[in-house]
């Protein structure tokens, strides 16, 4: 399949909307075609086009994998059907006896399926708090093999130091992985602060527009991407091409769409800060957040999530203001175009034990906004009204 023929130093914007792609050699579609085919067809024994079987090669697929692997700035880019499937595909190079660092505050699925699936295979996890890098380096086994960390975190926008902990981890023989959901490659670029792994959910913003459940691993280790890409075959979690066609569209606007998501999250989290019924809001863009410095260090923007504690924290003060909103949707997921707010405690990350949730400051009514890219004037006019309910 042709490929655009790009300067190496394109900007990320440039590299979004082309790469991976070219006008389809055989119509000049200027987009990429959906190739919704399960097989291909073989002149002869043995003779094809080196497409055979649609688990294992789809053009619609490798164009969103070319693409992904451009805007984070590695070398392979694969693809899965959620971004729980590409966390497990990683999990799955591991074997029994083998042990993960990972912080204590991920994805709520992200921990169900370390704690729930994984450690009843022989595999030993420790949770600690991935913003101290002396505590992640004290986890440290003999048996250590990766290090696995959210920054920032969901919900609770921790940040762990990317190039700090890769530093410690190699010492040690371990590779680190970074789910970059949240900044996108458009503020944060783990590979390039010396990570050997970005995971992301699609789902989010890289598709934008919450029409699509997939997922990506993107690294620079060609051992580690055969690998890869021999458990995306061999495990066959794999995307369909509309799917990968809708992210590959998304991808398109990710830099307009991630400048107004980050313009109107710096808003809300100023307004919110200021509320005499906010007791604490979490958003690595406020100058009073712990690692504001490390934010601007580490990333070019603080993005659209954001958290806060109204009142004193209860799950009636959370659950009274989470449903008084009318603009944001109550839902789960985050990334698209739509405001959301989602609490987390009974929706995304249920499955975190209650002691474990309040042992690192993610309290009962806590609520977490992803921040659409809707004119800001509306979504403060939102949350103003919504906090008036309390
Ligand atoms: O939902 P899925 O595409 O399988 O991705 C899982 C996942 C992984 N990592 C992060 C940081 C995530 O936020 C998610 C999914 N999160 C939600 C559905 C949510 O509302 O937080």
Request: some cysteine; hydrophobic content about 45%; aromatic content about 6%.
């Amino acid at each position: 399949m042709a490929q655009h023929p790009l300067r190496r130093e394109a900007g990320l914007s440039t590299l979004a909307i082309h790469a991976g792609q070219a006008p389809d050699p055989t119509t000049g579609a200027v987009m990429m075609p959906i190739y919704q085919t399960s097989t291909y067809a073989q002149e002869a024994l043995g003779q094809h086009k080196g497409f055979e079987y649609a688990r294992t090669h789809n053009a619609t697929r490798a164009a969103l994998e070319r693409n992904l692997a451009a805007l984070e700035g590695g070398t392979h880019g694969l693809s899965f059907a959620s971004g729980l499937a590409a966390t497990n595909a990683l999990v799955q190079t591991l074997s029994a006896g083998d042990h993960v660092v990972c912080g204590r505050n991920t994805y709520g699925g992200t921990y169900r399926l370390f704690e729930k699936v994984w450690r009843r295979h022989g595999l030993a996890f420790t949770f600690v708090d991935a913003s101290d890098s002396d505590a992640v380096e004290r986890a440290f086994t003999p048996a250590t093999k990766l290090v696995w960390v959210e920054t920032p975190t969901n919900p609770l926008m921790e940040l762990a130091d990317i190039a700090e902990l890769s530093t410690r981890a190699h010492r040690v023989g371990a590779r680190v992985v970074v789910d970059n959901t949240f900044m996108t490659p458009y503020f944060q670029r783990p590979l390039a602060l010396g990570a050997d792994v970005v995971m992301h959910s699609v789902t989010k913003y890289l598709n934008g527009h919450s029409d699509m459940i997939g997922g990506a691993l993107i690294t620079s280790d060609e051992a580690l991407a055969t690998e890869l890409r021999f458990l995306q075959n061999a495990a066959g979690a794999v995307p369909g091409p509309m799917d990968c066609w809708l992210c590959l569209r998304g991808t398109k606007t990710l830099a307009v769409r991630m400048r107004q998501h980050d313009a109107n999250a710096r808003d809300l989290a100023a307004l919110l800060e200021q509320h005499p019924k906010v007791s604490r809001v979490f958003y690595p863009g406020l100058p009073s957040h712990p690692q504001h410095a490390l934010a601007c260090r580490q990333a070019s923007g603080f993005g659209g999530m954001l958290s806060f504690i109204a009142g004193d924290g209860s799950l009636a003060a959370g659950e009274r203001v989470f449903n008084a909103f009318r603009l944001f949707t109550r839902a789960e997921s985050l990334g698209g175009v739509e405001s959301l707010v989602c609490h987390p405690a009974s929706m995304t990350h249920a499955s975190v034990p209650r002691e474990a949730r309040l042992a690192m400051g993610f309290a009962d009514g806590l609520l977490r906004l992803s921040v659409g890219i809707e004119d800001g004037a509306d979504l403060q006019a939102d949350v103003a009204q919504a906090l008036a309910a309390l």
